[in-house]
């Protein structure tokens, strides 16, 4: 099955494609990920990403298609995929269905995570993220809080908070999504793909109800 994650900053599709990761055995394919990755690693497109990131801003189509269209050449991807991030842009949108074309096998739900934006706000002040990139587990210190505090429940490493969760850069985040990326619900349902799904209340609740549109 070959998934796309929409919706805004801090609506929950990390939080989400974990769970279906474990569920569908897919792997999650998130590019703000691949960046914080690259950055840690210090590559030249992770410190460029980073310039954009940090302002709240997307990073560069050819940059983000060029890093997409790499990974979606990997041999783990038999079973299907799980796209969090991407696309976030018509562009990326048409790039990624020529990608898909070519090797006869589109995209088959573009879920929407739906939520209203003052709690993405709430959500995102309050975000910790596991600093081992090969988990990237991420809590909330109060609507999703770890056993022991600062510590990973899954693979025991320090949590941290994000640079770009701050207010400021959130509210240019949300802005940012308004304006770009918000048009791709409309290009999914015009291809009759489109699979909404309210994404307020409790984590489990809002994957059961995933679940059934993917059916
Ligand atoms: P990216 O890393 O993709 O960030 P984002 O889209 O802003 O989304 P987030 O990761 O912030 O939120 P999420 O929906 O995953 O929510 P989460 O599950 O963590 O991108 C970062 C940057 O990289 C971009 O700004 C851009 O610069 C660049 N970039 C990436 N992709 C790009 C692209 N395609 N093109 C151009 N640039 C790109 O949950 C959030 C919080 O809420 C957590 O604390 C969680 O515990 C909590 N939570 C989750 N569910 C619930 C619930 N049901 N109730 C209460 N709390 C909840
Ligand atoms: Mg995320
Ligand atoms: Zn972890």
Do not use: W
Request: aromatic share 6%; charged share 30%.
């Amino acid at each position: 099955m070959r998934i796309v994650l929409l919706g805004g900053p801090g609506s929950g599709k990390g939080t989400q494609a974990k769970k279906l990761v474990d569920r569908l055995g897919i792997p999650q394919i998130s590019t703000g990920d691949i960046f914080r990755a690259a950055l840690k690693e210090g590559t030249p497109m992770g410190l460029k990403a980073k310039t954009y990131m940090d302002k709240g801003e997307l990073v560069p189509d050819d940059v983000v298609i060029g890093v997409v269209e790499e990974r979606l050449a990997k041999p783990d991807l038999n079973k299907g995929f799980m796209l969090d991030g991407f696309p976030r842009t018509l562009p990326q949108a048409q790039a990624l269905d020529k990608i898909l074309q070519a090797q006869g096998k589109p995209i088959d739900h573009a879920v929407l995570v739906d939520v209203p934006e003052e709690e993405l706000v709430t959500r995102l002040s309050g975000r910790r993220t596991c600093k081992n990139s090969d988990c990237g587990m991420m809590y909330h210190v109060k609507f999703n809080p770890p056993k022991k505090e600062g510590i990973c429940d899954t693979c025991g490493k320090d949590l941290y908070q994000r640079d770009d969760d701050s207010e400021a850069t959130v509210r240019e985040r949300l802005t940012v999504y308004n304006k770009q990326t918000a048009p791709l619900i409309d290009y999914y349902d015009k291809k009759s793909i489109l699979r909404r799904v309210k994404g307020v209340g409790p984590i489990d609740q809002i994957f059961a109800s995933i679940e059934k549109v993917l059916t």
